[in-house]
């Protein structure tokens, strides 16, 4: 999967202050431990970002950035991570897609 131009700075923004990406999912904040989100043994490429979330029940936030025309594939996309990430996590794993520009929004 190809780094897009977003890809260096977004992961440095997550990385630098987890817990605030929660709100963005209308999640409290709470510790938040930043978790390998290589999907590469089942599936080809990596995702954006998965959080840990340090509350009763603890889960999974994983963040998904687009900024491309992808829409129609985005759901099943999404199901596809989450699924992966709870067998491999054993945990509820909450998916959010986070859109950087317009053109991401539309059919």
């Known amino acids: 999967m190809v780094e897009q131009p977003f890809d260096p ?5 997550t990385k630098m202050s987890p817990a605030d990406w929660l709100p963005l999912a209308n999640r409290r ?12 043994t089942v599936i080809s490429g990596a995702t954006d970002k ?13 963040l998904d ?5 992808f829409r129609s594939e985005l ?3 999404l199901r596809l991570y ?3 990430f709870e067998y491999r996590h054993r945990r509820v ?6 859109l950087l520009r317009p053109e991401a929004d539309s059919p």
């Open 82 to 84: 989450n699924s992966v």
């Open 75 to 77: 759901p099943s996309r």
């Open 9 to 13: 700075t977004l992961k440095t923004i």
């Open 29 to 40: 904040r709470r510790r938040v431990t930043i978790e390998d989100s290589d999907v590469g």
């Open 65 to 69: 950035f687009e900024s491309g025309h």
């Open 50 to 62: 998965l959080f840990r979330v340090h509350d009763n029940p603890e889960y999974m936030l994983h």
């Open 93 to 98: 794993v909450l998916s959010v897609p986070v």
